[in-house]
């Protein structure tokens, strides 16, 4: 779980939102994140929800798979 508590964060408010890009917006309630940050070195993520565990990697050709 600390992997995904460094790896999170939140597009922090700013003054001057017309200086951002669209993908810099996110929708209140939404955080984004990097692949890069959330994966670093490895190629699968366990990630525990409502006491399932589902996997999450990356395949050879970069795409993302998520399976329970």
């Given at each position: 779980m600390d992997v995904l508590v460094h790896a999170l964060?939140?597009?922090?408010?700013?003054?001057?939102?017309s200086s951002l890009g669209p993908e810099s917006l996110a929708?209140?309630?939404?955080?984004?994140?990097?692949s890069q940050a959330l994966f670093r070195n490895a190629v699968e993520?366990?990630?525990?929800?409502?006491?399932v565990v589902y996997r999450l990697r990356k395949t050879s050709l970069g795409k993302l798979i998520l399976t329970k």
């Open positions: 964060h939140t597009v922090p408010n700013q003054t001057n939102p929708p209140q309630g939404m955080i984004r994140t990097t993520i366990h990630i525990q929800h409502d006491g």
